[in-house]
């Protein structure tokens, strides 16, 4: 099974900071992968899917590029209410695997 | 509005069984594939299952092979997981998914969860 690994784990930065999360598959994966924003208690929310496709009402500052093994997200202006684990998802072929997750804080 | 409502979990022994339920409202659900997610206390996303539009193709993760069956009923709008042999590993958070169309295995809707305990 292709393996999803997320770095860092965790990063904390200031408000207006750009921040980048990367994701690398185990093999490759074309542009299946979408990612997730996990506010504490909350369910996930789909922000980015087919590695760069934002979803509906998720804000422009966040982006999403790769294909193959090496995947982005980046948040270009963090904002307070961005505090949350961001998880990555494989979907070209079960099992529909996560990465390990990255929680995002503010300095 | 798109609603995912889970229920069914609660304490249960190891070895013992559960069946969870998933009603959905709010769109057409025999046109979407479905799936369950869970996920442990302080831990990540684990996916568990899937199951097609129609009910035909299923799909399970290994940790839950031979043990789990995942089900739908269009004309109740539900979704089903069956847990046999239930193990203290399985103890999570279980949610229900929306996969957003087409070839996207991707979740756009979440349900609330439901928690499963296992522990003697």
């Known amino acids: 099974d292709i393996q999803m690994t997320q770095s860092p784990s965790s990063l904390s930065a200031s408000v207006g900071d750009r921040v980048t999360i990367t994701c690398r598959a185990s093999?490759?994966?074309?542009?299946?992968l979408a990612w997730y924003q996990q506010k504490p208690g909350a369910v996930p929310k789909l922000l980015i899917y087919?590695?760069?496709t934002l979803q509906s009402g998720v804000p422009s500052r966040f982006s999403g590029s790769g294909s193959g093994t090496d995947f982005t997200l980046t948040i270009s202006s963090l904002q307070p209410e961005d505090v949350a684990i961001y998880y990555c998802?494989?979907?070209?072929?079960?099992?529909?695997?996560f990465g390990q997750g990255t929680m995002v804080e503010i300095k | 509005e798109v609603q995912l409502m889970e229920s069914g979990g609660g304490l249960v022994q190891p070895g013992g069984s559960l069946r969870l339920s998933c009603a959905a409202s709010?769109?057409?659900?025999?046109?979407?594939?479905m799936s369950w997610v869970r996920q442990a206390p302080g831990k990540g996303l684990e996916w568990v299952s899937v199951?097609?539009?129609?009910?035909?193709?299923?799909d399970y993760a290994d940790s839950v092979k031979g043990r789990f069956t995942i089900s739908r009923d269009n004309s109740k709008n539900t979704l089903y997981l069956q847990m046999n042999s239930l193990r203290a590993e399985d103890s999570a958070v279980y949610y229900c998914?929306?996969?957003?169309?087409?070839?996207?295995?991707?979740?756009?809707?979440w349900g609330q969860g439901t928690l499963v305990t296992v522990s003697s």
């Open positions: 709010g769109f057409t659900f025999s046109n979407y594939d």
């Open positions: 998802q494989k979907y070209d072929s079960v099992p529909l695997t």
């Open positions: 087919a590695a760069s």
């Open positions: 093999r490759g994966i074309s542009n299946s």
């Open positions: 998914g929306r996969h957003i169309g087409g070839s996207y295995r991707v979740f756009d809707y």
């Open positions: 199951i097609s539009a129609s009910g035909y193709t299923k």
